[in-house]
């Protein structure tokens, strides 16, 4: 009341002082009588926008229950039709025909302490394709993230969307799309759009952390490799998808008994995903004294055109890592050499552990599931199998069919959330592997260090903490991944071997661990309202 009395409002609000308490029961109240996920999500991101504070204390009381909600599987829906669902502008959203101005652009954020960008082109959104300068609700819910899991100050956060046009001929014949109706730029002028933009972002935050997001294969890498030496930069689909992937994968084979060394592993997709699982998993297949070659010799890769091989023409650099030779199939009996198929794969490479980043859904069928498991000795180990194409609808099995068809010993986790399933009478929780385990932890990192590069190794650091933090390891029928209710904890620790690893390899200045506890203390910050005083 005395702040109403001091800021000239009283009479101009009901006269209840809503606590805290109430205000979250309330916007509670008003999002279950929403019935479509949709309608939730509408309803939270206009929550958002109008009581930013009041959006992260809700959802921190139900993330379990609304984190699915703000991001995966509902933004895929809600980019589909962002520009139908438009209320009000966030970010930024910079467009080629402005290219000559995106200096002036940049320059118009309010805010110019910012810390985080995530960045999209809006070409390769979930598994669902390219939807323009719609895709910019994949910028905004990922830094919701940051701020929900790891405490980044949403004041300190910039969703941008690059708008280079789109292939999508639904949109460009869309009268209510908002973004510039042209085929999508490439080549040169592509490539000079993108120059412009990294040099603006250099000029205005030279100290930023720049995350790449959604951009598709043949960008992605290209990308990441031309600036990671020019600013603190990562791409959380390469990167981030490894290092959870990967730390998954750990925590299977330790729950198990076994060792990372002794793995074959057959990966469906080869885009961005599917390498940075592969460098990750190769990272901790050295790590127990694997040789590079040895390593990758262990992941078989099965794009559109089947197994990967390095006698294939034209192979990307980012498949040609992992590219099989020839003559390890020679003895084979497959109906193509030059075309082998999944099935195959998985029948001739005996794999222990299947991942998915296809967005193929249901081709892990009951034969190609029940051929892996067929001679896996008993009682360990057991199959490891990752569908993790986003969203639900793109998902290569559903978790109950996996363990349906393995009388339950398959260790499952996937990118979307699911429901447990009941096995001999006992839920099952599904593990859901989930960016927001590193990503946000790793923003938390950098900016507390000061961390002036990203690296893959900072990648693994987080990867090694987050699969030591697995319920499975003390249950082995227990989930992959820890509880999100312990999401902030879980970011906090990334946060911290992020930061030392930075400091160890010269990217970050050396500071005490009492001093990095201490930034990383400062830099969390809490949904709670300050005090209001009017300004002298």
């Known amino acids: 009341m005395d702040e109403r009395c001091a800021l000239g409002l009283e009479g101009l609000l009901p006269p209840h002082v809503s606590t805290w308490e109430e205000q979250i029961q309330r916007s509670y109240g008003n999002y279950l009588k929403k019935t479509t996920d949709l309608e939730r999500h509408v309803f939270l991101t206009s929550l958002q926008d109008r009581n930013e504070t ?7 009381a139900h993330i379990k229950e609304m984190m699915p909600i703000i991001y ?23 467009s080629y025909p402005d290219r000559a101005r995106l200096e002036v652009m940049l320059s118009n954020v309010s805010h110019r302490a910012v810390e985080v960008i995530v960045v999209t082109d809006g070409e390769r959104i979930l598994g669902l394709g390219d939807l323009g300068l719609n895709g910019v609700g994949i910028p905004i819910g990922k830094l919701s993230l940051y701020t929900l899991c790891a405490g980044i100050h949403p004041a300190m956060t910039l969703p941008i969307v690059l708008d280079v046009g789109t292939d999508n001929k639904e949109l460009l014949s869309d009268p209510l799309y908002l973004g510039w109706r042209h085929e999508r730029v490439r080549g040169a002028e592509y490539d000079g759009f993108i ?50 992937a990967a730390a998954g994968v750990m925590a299977s084979v330790q729950a198990i008994g076994g060792k990372m060394r002794d793995q074959q592993v057959v990966i469906l997709g080869a885009g961005s995903a599917a390498m940075g699982i592969g460098d990750q998993l190769v990272m901790a297949m050295r790590q127990e004294g694997l040789d590079l070659v040895s390593a990758r010799s262990k992941i078989w890769l099965v794009d559109s055109q089947g197994l990967v091989l390095k006698e294939r023409p ?19 009996k497959v109906a193509n050499k030059a075309q082998i198929n999944l099935a195959e794969t998985v029948h001739h490479a ?19 599931v029940q051929d892996m498991n ?31 068809w393995t009388n339950g010993r398959a260790l499952v986790a996937t990118g979307s959330p699911y429901a447990p399933v ?51 390891l003390a249950d082995p029928d227990g989930p992959l ?22 400091q160890s390899q010269g990217h970050a200045d050396a500071v005490s661990p009492d001093e990095l506890d201490r930034r990383l203390t400062a830099k969390t910050w809490i949904p709670r309202y300050p005090r209001l005083r009017r300004s002298s």
């Open 54 to 60: 009041l959006f992260y204390g809700l959802i921190q």
């Open 72 to 94: 995966t599987p509902v933004v895929g829906e809600a980019c589909r039709q962002y520009s139908h669902l438009y209320r009000r502008p966030r970010g930024l959203y910079l």
């Open 195 to 244: 120059e412009r933009f990294v040099a603006g972002v250099k000029k205005c935050w030279p100290h930023v952390l720049l995350q790449w997001e959604d951009f598709a294969k043949g960008n992605a890498a290209r990308l990441l490799e031309k600036y990671r030496d020019q600013l603190c930069t990562f791409n959380d689909d390469i990167q981030g998808t490894g290092a959870v």
């Open 314 to 332: 034209d192979l990307e650099p980012g498949k040609s890592r992992f590219a099989q030779p020839t003559q390890r199939t020679a003895e084979w």
């Open 350 to 368: 005996r794999p222990t552990v299947l991942i998915g980043t296809s967005a193929q859904p249901n081709v892990f069928t009951k034969e190609i």
């Open 374 to 404: 067929s001679d896996v000795p008993r009682p360990a180990p057991r199959p490891i199998i990752f569908p993790l194409s986003n969203p639900t609808s793109k998902c290569e099995a559903s978790p109950s069919d996996l363990l349906a």
């Open 422 to 472: 009941m096995i001999d009478g006992k839920n099952r929780i599904i593990g859901q592997c989930n960016n927001a385990y590193v990503f946000p932890g790793m923003g938390l990192g950098v900016t507390a260090a000061g961390a002036r590069r990203v690296t893959d190794e900072m990648f693994f650091a987080a990867a090694r903490t987050l699969a030591d933090l697995s319920p499975a």
């Open 481 to 502: 991944f820890p509880d999100l209710a312990t999401i902030r904890d879980v970011s906090r620790r990334v946060a911290m071997v992020v930061a030392k690893m930075a």
